[in-house]
């Protein structure tokens, strides 16, 4: 789990990048190409995940959705 200052609420917005790295070590496809054609990185941008976006650029290899 990822530690939080004193006084402030947890936000799950601070364990997502840790946690997309989490399971990327376990294996977990970051190219794999899912529900409604979307790459992991297609989700991260739709849902404005501005750090995921930037990890997953460094590790996703195959072309994104939209992208020609």
């Known amino acids: 789990m ?3 200052p004193p ?7 601070d364990c ?3 946690t997309a790295q ?3 070590e376990l294996g ?3 190219d794999r190409i899912g529900y409604g054609g979307r790459t ?3 989700i991260a941008r739709e ?3 501005t750090d995921v976006v930037e990890w997953l ?3 996703a290899t195959k072309p994104v959705s939209g992208s020609a």
């Open 22 to 24: 989490y399971l990327y």
């Open 28 to 30: 977990a496809d970051a």
């Open 7 to 13: 006084g402030r609420r947890h936000s799950h917005d």
């Open 47 to 49: 849902q404005g995940a």
């Open 57 to 59: 650029s460094a590790v």
């Open 2 to 4: 990822v530690p939080h």
């Open 40 to 42: 992991p990185l297609d």
């Open 16 to 18: 997502r990048p840790a």
